[in-house]
C-alpha cells in the first residue's frame, strides 16, 4: 500500500499544475483568437485592405489573405507570451526560464518598437502630405514652363520639375524621420551608424543645393554663349572656310557648319567648368580629380584644334599661291599642300600627348627619308645641271675679281724727274 502511495501522490500533485497548464492553455487561445478575430473583421471595416495594396504590402496575394496572414501572426504573438505562464504551472522551470527572459525583453522592447513604428507612420503622412501640397503649389506657380524653356520637356520615361522638386522634399523629410525612429529603438549596433550616415546626408544637402544652382546656372549660361558665339561666327563668315581649304562639294552645303561646331563647343566647356565647380562643392575627391584632369587637357586640345585648321588653311593657301604665281605643276602643288597639312597633323598630334614617342620617331624618319631622295634626286638626276650651275657661279665670280698686281687709282714716277713734288 505505501509503494502504491508513494507512485500515486506525485500524481495527485500534478494534477492542480496540470489543470492550472490546462486553462491558461485555453486563455491563450480564447485571447489570441480574440485578437485574431478582431484585426481581420476590424482591419476589414476599417478598409485595411485598401491601404494593404496601395502600400504595396500583399506580396502577390490578396489583400484580405495579407490581413488574415497578420491576424495569424496575432494569434501567434499572443500564445507564446501565455506560453512560459503554462510552462512555469508545469514546473518546466529549465524550459520556462529562457523563454520568460526572452518574453520579457520582447515586452520590454515593445514600446520602443511601437514608438517607431508610431513616428513612421506620423512621418509617412506628414512627408505624403507636404510632397503633394508643394507640387500642386509648383504647378500654380508655372515652374514646369521653366522646363519647357530650357528645352527639357518631360517625357514619358522623365518627370516634370514640379514632381522631382516634390520627390526631392519628400526625401529629405524623411531622413530625419528615420533618423529619429532609430533613435526610439535604441540599437546602438545599427542606430548608431544608421544615424552617422544620415547627418551625413544632412550635412552635405546644402553642398548638394549649391552644386545643383551651378550646374543650372551652367547649362542656362553655355547655352546663351554658345549661341551668341555660334551666330557671330555665322555672321562673320566663318562658314566659308570650308570651300577656302577645298572641302566639300560644290554647291551643295555642308553637314556641320563650323560656326555651330564652335558654339556647340563653347557650351561644352562652360558646363564642364561650372560642373567640376558644383564637385568641388560637394567634395567628391575622385570626380574632383578627373574633372580637373579634363580642364588642364583642355589648352592642349584647343592649341591642337587650331594648328590643324591653320595647317588646312595654310596647305590650301600655298597651293593656290604657287598655282596663281608660278609655272609649278598641279602635282607639286599638291604634293606642297599636303606636305604641310601632314607636318599640321604631327604637331596637333604632338600637342595632343598622343604616342608621343611613335609621331616623334616617325617625323623624323620621314624628314629623313625626304632628305635622302632629295639628295640623292639631285645628286643622280640633277648632276648636269649642278655642274652647270656652278660653272656659272665660278665664271661670274671670276669676272668680278679686280686684275692682281695693278692700282688702278696711282701713276708711274719717273725716276729721272728732279722735279720737287708741288704740295
Known sequence: MEEIRTITYPMYNAIPNILSAVLLLLLAIIVASIVKSLIIKGGRKMGLPGYIDKW????NKSSDKTLESLGKAAFWLIFI???????????MRAVSTPITNMTSKFLNFLPNILGAVLVLIVGYIIAKVVRDLLA?????????????????TPTATTSSFSTILANVVYVLIWI???ISALEILNIKAISQPAIGM??????????????????????YVSKLVGNLVSNLLAGVGINSIYKQIGFGKEGMAPRYLLSDVIGKLVKFIIILLFAVEALNVVNLEVLNRVGFAIIAYLPFFLSAVIILGAGLFIGKWVEGLLGKYTSS???????????????????????????????NTAFIIILGALAIAFAISFGIGGRKFAERSLEKFERKMETSAPA????VNTEEIDPTDNTPPVL
Not at 504595396?56 to 506580396?59: D, K, P, Y
Not at 508655372?142 to 519647357?148: C, I, N, T, W
Request: charged letters at 15%.
Open 56 to 59: 504595396g504590402l500583399s506580396n
Open 81 to 91: 507570451l501565455f506560453f512560459p505562464s503554462i510552462l512555469e504551472a508545469l514546473n
Open 136 to 152: 500642386l503649389l509648383l504647378r500654380k506657380l508655372k515652374v514646369d514652363e521653366l522646363q519647357d524653356k530650357a528645352g527639357l
Open 176 to 178: 530625419p524621420i528615420i
Open 198 to 219: 544620415l547627418n551625413n546626408i544632412l550635412n552635405m544637402i546644402p553642398n548638394i543645393f549649391v552644386a545643383a544652382i551651378l550646374i543650372a546656372v551652367g547649362v
Open 329 to 359: 605643276s598641279r602635282l607639286t602643288a599638291a604634293l606642297v599642300k599636303y606636305s604641310i597639312i601632314v607636318f599640321a597633323v604631327f604637331m596637333t598630334l604632338s600637342q595632343l600627348g598622343i604616342a608621343m614617342v611613335i609621331v
Open 404 to 407: 692682281s698686281g695693278k692700282d
